[in-house]
């Protein structure tokens, strides 16, 4: 397609950003009305909170509360311009930008396209598992574990049923131990009152980790207590243990376990996000962009990269949280400001400062740890819900994730077990 | 299907209600510990608030909001038994239904299957038009409108634009009504600010009624009240006037007018949603099914009817509106309750008491009439909040939607402009 995108000239130079994730929305907040044209590219028309996509997958949050409507961040602005599509290649050469509704030039590009799902080559771990990267996806996960609980009150042989009660999570990372901790209290709390024709005791969920440790990006202490919490809720933990290959009815493991299920949630590894149209030497091994100090694309002068997608060499990379992201968002932000004052100052590469690690484990469970300093039980899991209401865009959605977070520890009730689909017709 | 769906017997008398609308939901929770067995059946695993669809096509409410777990209403309950499935037939002779699971059995069954769109025999109409009977259609309403508004966006050339712009609602009734009144608030006080780039002068809002007056179900009072708001708001209001056919990028109308738009609403008229296996002769000419003064199919003694499929024969038939179907939810609750006492007292048929009508424009405006008393403006407006938060069902749902309603009216803002759409894998 060689039809150019309907996007004004206004005379400013033209800063184009890819993603409006954590990195990506929070440069264009920052870079409004600093005497540039932000063009701010995304295939969604909200940002969406990625800590919160587990619970809206629990039934526990609405999507609508961990989304934010881009428009209305940048609401009058003259200078923010948003455009909901996908890029399909870089055209670095001559600065352009191919998308599916046209062409967009640039005169600098901020690569912000965040991590996708790593499936390690594997074909059936895609097929056969469910993803949790998009708030759609979470609803998804919703939807099949409602329908497949619909589906086990109709099935009479105990073997059969087992397949739609049981769970497996392939990762043991943070998102791992949230979904499973999050569910051993839906089978604790809901499950019995909504379906009393069940035995719940048949439901099992399994925590599937490749290596030795739970949370291993964490110290051994965060990991123990989080190992404990899990074993305590009746989550069967499987340590040191790969999983082989996925069907749609089972499972196996390294160990030689067989798991029969229909439903597998993958949380095991995340991939850059990238695309087409930089050379090969633009990247590291690992499929991350890799850029300088100055987070800069090694193989162009106007290309830069943030957040997930990118790996500052010589450092050896950063961890692909959202905290990098928002830092090298606003180093980056800085740079482009004192850019236009041609302000030489800005010598000093990007440097990461880590404020530490949060985990929730479920009611009043939770690890933290900033350095030497580590917290559980009920002060981590208040500290971890602060961090992500503080983090969350938009009072409103604060108000409301607080109000609902609030409501299911009064009540022990997950209220949005609603299976919503799409439909267009009613015919 | 000749499988049986699996639901235990409990050596109860087994009433089945088939849909967890206003009637058949009522029914059930009016009908549990009373001494029968109540299977209860819907497509959704939730109950549905019609009156406030329109507010989710507007990104006013999320559809959580408005609908309600049906099996949190029913926890631990070992009387009524829900299933989620699709009726295919009813079998009156053998007392049997039909669904897409299986068979189940009866000893009585009330049809409580409401109403669908009513588009007279025009494919067309069905085929290029958007529904609003459920939310899953309202989500897609919002969506579609919200995508057409991104496209307007790069479409240069002006009449192209207009047909992303313009919308056009077939239907003077409530709910074409407060569709139009909300979306003129939205171009009003939204939809400038989230879009600078467009200029809002350039869509129009078109309201098609074949009758000579808005609201006609309502006073000459309520009626021209409604004319007059939406005027002012800007609404183009077509009196007289039926929509003669709908392409997929026009509509014309029978005074000869053609709207270029790819968007029409259709809330002209509904049909009963019946299904097969009852004799020709159950039915009235009208599609609904014809019940005695005790609700009775005069067809089949086991068999009754409520709500807006219901006809009650003699007295013409009730107005298909929500307070009808929950008062014969009432009155058929109660007779099955005598009739296991033996009690030969029920011999009064079903009466309706008519306790007015409402409806409302937009902000602060409203009309409500019942008898010779008729309200509008502010009062109505605030008589029409409260009359909805009190019938919605969920203390959650009406804390949610109360304080969605105050923060839409202090901030001049529908949240949840979210073009959140069904995706299963990210790849």
Wanted: aromatic letters at 10%.
């Amino acid at each position: 397609m060689t039809q150019r995108i309907n996007l004004p000239e206004i005379g400013l130079p033209r800063i184009v950003i890819i993603g409006a994730g954590f990195g990506g929305l929070r440069m264009a907040m920052k870079l409004k009305g600093k005497g540039y044209q932000i063009v701010l590219i995304d295939r969604n028309n909200y940002h969406q909170f990625q800590p919160l996509y587990y619970q809206v997958a629990m039934a526990g949050l609405e999507p609508s509360s961990i989304c934010f409507p881009i428009r209305r961040i940048f609401q009058n602005r003259k200078d923010v311009f948003f455009r909901v599509c996908e890029v399909e290649s870089i055209d670095s050469q001559n600065k352009k930008l191919n998308t599916n509704l046209g062409v967009v030039n640039f005169d600098y590009l901020v690569i912000a396209t965040g991590a996708k799902n790593n499936y390690f080559g594997n074909a059936n771990f895609e097929k056969y598992s469910l993803p949790l990267k998009s708030v759609s996806e979470a609803l998804f996960l919703r939807n099949r574990i409602l329908e497949d609980f619909e589906a086990s009150l109709l099935e009479v042989e105990p073997k059969e049923r087992q397949r739609f009660l049981d769970i497996v999570i392939v990762g043991g990372g943070p998102t791992g131990v949230e979904i499973a901790g999050a569910l051993a209290e839906l089978k604790k709390h809901v499950l019995p009152k909504d379906y009393p024709e069940l035995n719940l005791n048949e439901m099992d969920i399994h925590l599937v980790q490749s290596r030795a440790r739970i949370l291993d990006a964490m110290s051994d202490k965060s990991s123990l207590t989080a190992l404990d919490n899990l074993a305590n809720m009746g989550v069967k933990v499987h340590l040191n243990s790969r999983v082989l290959d996925i069907t749609d009815n089972e499972v196996t493991l390294s160990s030689g376990d067989k798991i029969f299920t229909k439903k597998v949630i993958w949380a095991a590894g995340i991939a850059a996000a990238t695309m087409p149209g930089l050379t090969d030497d633009s990247y590291h091994k690992n499929g991350r962009l890799i850029v300088d100090e100055f987070l800069r694309l090694k193989t162009s002068e106007s290309i830069f990269a943030i957040g997930d997608v990118a790996f500052v060499e010589g450092i050896n990379g950063h961890p692909q949280v959202a905290p990098v992201a928002m830092q090298q968002a606003d180093y980056l932000a800085n740079f482009f400001i004192k850019l236009l004052k041609k302000d030489t100052a800005h010598k000093k590469g990007f440097t990461y400062l880590d404020k530490g690690a949060l985990a929730t484990i479920g009611r009043n469970k939770a690890v933290a740890e900033r350095g030497k300093l580590f917290l559980k039980g009920f002060a981590a899991w208040v500290m971890w819900l602060g961090v992500h209401i503080y983090f969350l865009i938009g009072v409103k959605n604060k108000i409301v994730v607080m109000f609902n977070w609030v409501w299911a520890y009064l009540f022990f009730d997950q209220g949005l077990r609603l299976l919503i689909k799409p439909k267009i017709k009613n015919n």
